[in-house]
């Protein structure tokens, strides 16, 4: 589904890589949960993306109709219900995720001075234009980094 660029973007990260069959089940309950994803009984225009084995995107293009503090929540306890299925943590935001060109990790946030010269995700963005140009940046360049320096 082809949504706007100012769409809003919610980003849950997981504490641990997805394997091969937990992204397989999360694909398809996160299909189901946005073919029924609605706000005030108005079906929204929404989507979903898994992103490199740690991230779930849930979007919707509000220029059609506004996520409501209810379906909100709904996401919010879906995406719940899908860490306590997997025993994973979408929530704790003390952690960051960072790559180079051979490998992936997990990090607390106030580690990330060590890994300047990698890139780092931003689950921080807000819309989906956003998501397309500034989720994976330099660290160095991060807004992080600069809370950090």
Known sequence: MELSSNSKV???QSDRKFN??????????????IAKW????TS?????KVIDDYFIVLSVDENIASASG???DSSVKFIKELGSRFDIDFFNRMNLIVKNDSEVKFIPFSDLVEYQEWEVYNPLVSTLGQLNSEFLVPVNKSDF???LA
């Open 20 to 33: 091969v069959s937990e992204k397989e089940t999360i694909n398809i309950l996160c299909q189901d949960f």
């Open 145 to 147: 980094y600069q809370m």
């Open 38 to 41: 609605a706000a005030h009984g």
């Open 44 to 48: 929204l225009k929404s989507s979903f």
């Open 70 to 72: 209810c379906s909100i």
């Open 10 to 12: 919610w980003v849950y």
